[in-house]
């Protein structure tokens, strides 16, 4: 079992930056790759970026590519996203989530095992 606590959330606006968090607690964090995913209202959760066990190797969506950067601290358990530039299209609760796979496999939520509960991003225009 793993537990995910997302923050950082909350409203911006456009051009503005956040810094979202995520901490783990429970199963061996470092051993895990993370995800952060997005739900906008009406729409599917879309993968937003991972990152491998280690810290060596991001993946990001086309959408937030040069904008957001995902990292982690396996000392703290703890998984970042930082957001930078954001737009209103970003809006959308993000959640964390842990994955026992790599590479291409991190793209798809369906290799995910545990999630978080959420946390709000709106972004004002």
């Known amino acids: 079992q793993v537990q995910l606590v997302e923050s950082g959330g909350g409203l911006v606006q456009a051009g503005d930056s956040l810094r979202l968090s995520c901490a783990a607690s429970g199963r061996t964090f470092s051993n895990l790759a993370m995800g952060w995913f997005r739900q906008a209202p009406g729409k599917e959760r879309e993968f937003v970026a991972a990152?491998?066990?280690?810290?060596?190797?991001?993946y990001y969506a086309d959408s937030v590519k040069g904008r957001f950067t995902i990292s982690r601290d396996n000392a703290k358990n703890t998984v970042y996203l930082q957001m930078n530039s954001l737009k209103p299209e970003d809006t959308a609760v993000y959640y964390c989530?842990?994955?026992?796979?790599?590479?291409?496999?991190?793209?798809?939520?369906?290799?995910?095992?545990?999630w978080g509960q959420g946390t709000q991003v709106t972004v004002s225009s």
């Open positions: 989530a842990t994955s026992r796979y790599s590479g291409s496999y991190l793209y798809s939520e369906s290799q995910y095992d545990y």
């Open positions: 990152i491998n066990w280690s810290g060596a190797r991001t």
